[in-house]
């Protein structure tokens, strides 16, 4: 309970944001042993810059770090936090591009913040309805409302995904009906040929 007032000595900006966000307010109004502090993320003894590719907090390194909790059902799931975000996120584009080390894509931090980390309903939060173009013009130049009209951390396979799920259904199925159209092509051809070759070593016989 006293980790971030002891870093706070020091660094007392961060310290402030830190207390009015989430995780700050789960663990000292809510005393959650369960919340991140300062070391939940940074480590204890091993603190690096988050320039250090060695970073917990390192671009590419943050989504492994947040998943130490939003991927666990026995910490955030208990609090009705669903965890499947590090799932779907680690399927999209974004994801895709963190896993083979390109340290511009976005991670958990670049949309949600880092210190900042606020529910999505508060007006104040980087992934508030109202703020997404915002957030996610930092990346994307010109990023207008449509950005946040479309859900996000999508599961094709849950119907809750909307049209993207009907759609991933059909291709799904598609390509597996156009698969086995072809093998049944194939197999055909290859009965015929047979008994072409058949028919060909009987002529020659006679």
Request: aromatic residues 10%.
């Amino acid at each position: 309970m006293n980790v971030a007032k002891t870093c706070g000595k020091c660094h007392i900006e961060i310290y402030a944001v830190y207390m009015n966000s989430i995780h700050g307010r789960s663990t000292y109004e809510k005393k959650n042993p369960d919340a991140p502090d300062c070391t939940g993320c940074h480590g204890e003894h091993s603190v690096l810059s988050p320039r250090d590719p060695e970073s917990s907090v390192y671009p590419t390194g943050v989504v492994k770090t947040c998943a130490h909790c939003h991927a666990e059902v026995g910490i955030v799931g208990k609090y009705g936090i669903e965890v499947d975000q590090v799932a779907t996120y680690e399927d999209s584009f974004h994801g895709i591009g963190i896993k083979y080390g390109l340290k511009t894509a976005a991670s958990c931090a670049s949309c949600h913040g880092t210190h900042n980390i606020l529910p999505h309903d508060n007006p104040h939060s980087t992934v508030y309805i109202e703020n997404i173009p915002r957030t996610c013009g930092k990346c994307h130049p010109g990023a207008n409302i449509n950005y946040a009209r479309g859900k996000i951390h999508i599961d094709p396979s849950k119907k809750s995904a909307g049209i993207v799920f009907y759609v991933a259904f059909f291709f799904k199925w598609f390509t597996i009906l156009i698969l086995l159209g072809l093998i049944t092509h194939i197999g055909l051809d290859l009965y015929r040929r047979s008994n072409q070759w058949r028919e060909l070593k009987m002529k020659q016989r006679m």
